[in-house]
């Protein structure tokens, strides 16, 4: 397994402002996502955090809304920029490990509100 | 689009009986993997089991076992003993085979334990 943590736990955000959700794990990953748990709701991928290299989006997710970085293989970010109440969500952060049997283990993640 | 289907949205059992959620998935695909996750009340998304395709046995762990029926594309989840802890939303998770390691989000199961 791994342990995964992420900063802000929760957070409460002004419209127009941009939160960064930070992502840290104990120990080197090849692979690292983002995705988005909106109220009751199941996950969605957002994109797939690559170390040095741009992030890979899915369908109706933007890098100007949504981006990304990960400088190393234990860490990543990802920011909410210009946020409106539709973007209060659970995000969650998760790392795949090499030699894995392909499951995926998942931070805690972190519940913003955006007013 | 290839999906998962979990036609229950709410289950419940009495504690120490024995409950079966159900999922059935779309691939086009032979070499993929399926997991049950569940995500208590404190959010953490939690790997419960894995089952690989290509195995014909069902997986079992512990008290959680699958009932996985390939050409059906059927994949449920079996908690024997029920306890309070296992009360959660679980979701049935399909992830493609290859170098896609995008995983595929069931809408959910929430399981209720009564004592």
């Known amino acids: 397994s791994a342990v995964i943590s992420q900063k802000p736990s929760r957070d409460i955000c002004q419209r127009g402002t941009s939160l960064t959700i930070q992502c840290q794990v104990d120990?080197?990953?090849?692979?690292m996502f983002w995705y988005r748990q909106q109220p009751g709701q199941s996950l969605t991928l957002i994109a797939t955090?690559?170390?040095?290299?741009?992030?890979?989006?899915e369908s109706g997710f933007v890098i100007d809304k949504f981006p990304i970085s990960r400088p190393n293989l234990t860490f990543s970010t990802l920011t909410v920029s210009n946020m409106s109440p539709e973007d209060s969500s659970i995000y969650l952060c998760?790392?795949?490990?090499?030699?894995?049997?392909?499951?995926?283990?998942f931070g805690p993640g972190t519940r913003l509100t955006v007013l | 689009a290839q999906t998962v289907t979990q036609s229950q949205p709410e289950m419940s059992v009495q504690e120490a009986e024995t409950v079966t959620l159900s999922c059935t998935y779309d691939?086009?695909?032979?070499?993929?993997?399926l997991f049950w996750y569940k995500q208590p009340p404190s959010r953490q998304m939690i790997l419960v089991i894995r089952?690989?395709?290509?195995?014909?046995q069902n997986a079992t762990e512990n008290r959680f076992s699958v009932n996985f029926q390939k050409a059906a594309k059927s994949f449920s989840l079996k908690i024997s003993d029920s306890q309070l802890g296992d009360a959660a939303m679980y979701f049935c998770?399909?992830?493609?085979?290859?170098?896609?390691?995008?995983?595929?989000f069931g809408k959910g199961t929430l399981l209720t334990v009564n004592p």
């Open positions: 998760s790392v795949r490990k090499r030699g894995g049997g392909n499951e995926q283990f």
């Open positions: 120990s080197q990953v090849t692979m």
């Open positions: 955090a690559n170390q040095g290299s741009e992030a890979t989006y």
């Open positions: 691939t086009s695909e032979s070499d993929y993997y």
């Open positions: 089952q690989e395709a290509y195995k014909q």
């Open positions: 998770v399909r992830h493609s085979g290859g170098s896609n390691y995008k995983l595929t």
